[in-house]
């Protein structure tokens, strides 16, 4: 198994930052890609950012040129810096840890952590 721990969220006003981290612990492979998704209120969970621990990196468009997506490998710790932040960003935020074996997918999730944004 594997447990994700979320801290840094918070509330901030309209062009301020915030950074995430999230800490992963438990089984996890050599090979893996983690990530943070968020789900604002009313709508559905949405891709923020993701990295595999090659380094490659994907953004949602929304996101891109403000927020920045990093790792620490060897302390299996995902982070995540957002800046020039807005009230449509206000959201919780989930962080995501993928892996596989041969033959099976793995996701995990984080418990969540709130991002509220003012205007």
């Known amino acids: 198994q594997v447990q994700l721990v979320e801290s840094g969220g918070g509330l901030v006003q309209a062009g301020g930052s915030l950074r995430l981290s999230c800490a992963a612990s438990?089984?996890?492979?050599?090979?893996?890609?983690m990530g943070w998704y968020r789900q604002p209120p009313g709508k559905q969970r949405e891709l923020v950012a993701q990295?595999?621990?090659?380094?490659?990196?994907s953004y949602a468009d929304s996101m891109k040129g403000r927020f920045t997506i990093s790792r620490d490998n060897p302390k299996n710790t995902v982070f995540l810096q957002m800046n020039s932040l807005k009230p449509e960003d206000t959201a919780v935020y989930y962080c995501?840890?993928?892996?596989?074996?041969?033959?099976?997918?793995?996701?995990?999730w984080g418990q969540g952590t709130q991002v509220t944004v003012s205007s």
């Open positions: 438990g089984r996890i492979f050599s090979l893996n890609a």
């Open positions: 995501n840890l993928e892996q596989s074996t041969w033959n099976q997918r793995y996701n995990y």
């Open positions: 990295m595999s621990s090659g380094g490659t990196t």
